[in-house]
């Protein structure tokens, strides 16, 4: 059976503080959404969009994405440059993926350090249940953005 003890970089663990962080700042920089680690997650609508990708390298493992619809709508709508009632639920969920792609980047690149040895898979839609998994819930106006990150050392 692997390794499933989560890994980390030098002193840096990816810890749900560091995955709300990388989240935001990507969120910020590609979309111009804000969002803010949700105090009161309970609050906030359910997610019902997901997205995924996976990751392989010296660890193995993926990262999650649990949205509202109107997280995906507003998400596309702020980069398309268009209003979130024109969105379809296609660009809607296109833009979830995209998200967990750069996420998934990012990540990576927290794990591999300058080096960075691991390959990054494409995103799909699709939830799977993660037990143990690194996660945080975020408040983007409103709206649930939750981030589950796996990994464990490679066989």
Known sequence: ???TTPTTRGD???DPGLLARLAIEALERTAFVLADPASEPESLPVAD???QIDFSGPEKGGVDLFASRAFA???AASILGCDPGEVSD???EEALRELAN???GSVIRELGGENCQFSLGLPRVGAREQDG???CVLDAEGERLEI???YSHAA
């Open 12 to 14: 840096a663990p990816l």
């Open 133 to 135: 998994a690194t996660a």
């Open 148 to 150: 589950r990150c796996h």
């Open 73 to 75: 709508r507003n998400l």
């Open 49 to 51: 969009t997901f997205a």
């Open 90 to 92: 296609a660009q809607a």
């Open 102 to 104: 750069i996420l998934g």
């Open 1 to 3: 059976m692997p390794d």
